[in-house]
Each structure stands twice: as C-alpha cells, then as structure tokens.
C-alpha cells in the first residue's frame, strides 16, 4: 500500500458515519474493556469496572464531567488524586492469596493503560451514599474518557 493510499485508509478510519467515533477511540475503548474484565471496585458493595467514553472535553473538570454523565450541575462531587485511588487497590498485601495477586495485577495494568493513553487523569466521586465514581482523562482524539465504577459509603 504506497504512503497516500495508507494515510487516506487512516483519514478514514477517524470518523465513523455519524462523526462522533474513530477508530482511535475505539481501539482504546476495546483495551479499557479488555483491562477491566473481571475487575470490581470493593466499599459496602461490589460494582463492576466499565468503560467510559465521552464527548470531546476541552479539560478535565468537574463541570465537564457532570455535564458529560447528565448529572445535575450542583451534585455533590469529590476529586481524588488518580495515583491515591489506585494505591489501595495496586498494593500488594502479605496476606494476598492467588485471586487477590491477579486482582492487584489487573488494577496496575488498567492504570498503566489509562497514565499511557489519556492526559489530565483525575477521580470523581459524584453523590452522597450511593456514589458513581469516574477515572477519567482526554484521549488524543480530546475525548474525555476512562473506566467508572459505583460504590456504596455510608
């Protein structure tokens, strides 16, 4: 395939029909998906560990991400640092078996994933009691995106 022909197949692959995804985006989206199968978020209960795909953000703010997961603009949100959240579900105990190594594997290599591929990562805990929770930065596409997850804290 000559230069021309390869960069025009790449200029296509950008934008689907509707213009919103690009191929970008959806590779990255299928590695989020792969990283996070079978990992969940532990507090008062169990949540699985998603995707999240956005619109196009011009930064990462707690008015972008309320705005872009239609929440109300005055909801209670909490930013967390993205290293600190990912401290206590990384960290290696003394006390871990077989299932509790795979799991802290899993999280650091889902981190690793989200520190290489998105700019500005930062933590969001939108709610009181029942929390959505979102791991978010921009793509290069400037879409914002990572994995979100619930928990219950009473």
């Keep these: 395939m000559t230069n021309k022909r390869k960069k025009k197949s790449v200029e296509k692959d950008k934008m689907d029909e509707s213009g919103k995804a690009s191929s970008v985006e ?7 998906e792969k990283a996070a199968d079978g990992l969940y978020y532990i507090s008062e209960t169990d949540a699985d560990i998603l995707p999240f795909i ?47 190594l795979e799991l802290a594997k899993k999280f650091s290599e889902l981190k690793s994933l989200l520190e290489e591929n998105l ?17 978010v930065g921009i793509d290069q596409e400037g879409v914002l995106m990572g994995v979100k997850t619930q928990a219950v804290e009473t």
């Design 119 to 135: 700019t500005d990562l930062k933590v969001f805990k939108i709610g009181q009691i029942n929390i959505d929770i979102y791991v």
């Design 54 to 100: 956005g619109d196009k953000a011009e930064a990462v703010s707690q008015e972008e991400i309320l705005k872009q997961t239609h929440k109300e603009p005055d909801a209670p949100v909490e930013e967390r640092d993205f290293s600190e959240f990912f401290e206590r579900l990384t960290k290696i105990q003394d006390w871990f078996e077989e299932e509790e």
């Design 26 to 32: 959806d590779s990255l989206k299928e590695k989020i």
